[in-house]
């Protein structure tokens, strides 16, 4: 049997020491190569508040996983006032630092179960 996309996504997102709730659940088609390179596709744009700040994810988002962080990331936003494109994410301790233009914005690992 065929491990569905969602399934395959929460999978390489632990192989990569991210949490699972990382990508929102609900992953429809996914796209993932060897060296990291990933393209995920959820059924429709996904909204969720974490640390003061609204994250907004797809409806595709893609990018690549490396040990502990997604870089060349396209389709999440981030918006305190205002939306800014999310271009990466490290994991730093119990941590996850988004890059978000010129800031970085830490926000906990136990807020993406």
Do not use: C
Request: a positive charge.
């Amino acid at each position: 049997m065929t491990e569905s996309p969602d399934a395959r996504t929460r999978e390489v997102l632990r192989d990569n020491n991210m949490p699972e709730g990382l990508i929102p659940k609900g992953v429809v088609e996914a796209k993932i190569d060897d060296d990291g390179s990933f393209s995920v596709r959820l059924p429709k744009r996904v909204e969720r508040k974490h640390g003061g700040y609204r994250v907004r994810f797809g409806p595709r988002i893609s990018g690549r996983f490396a040990q502990g962080r997604v870089t060349a990331l396209e389709g999440v936003e981030a918006k305190q006032m205002v939306w800014f494109k999310v271009q990466g994410i490290v994991l730093k301790g119990d941590n996850l630092v988004f890059e978000v233009g010129p800031a970085r914005v830490p926000l906990p690992r136990s807020a993406f179960p």
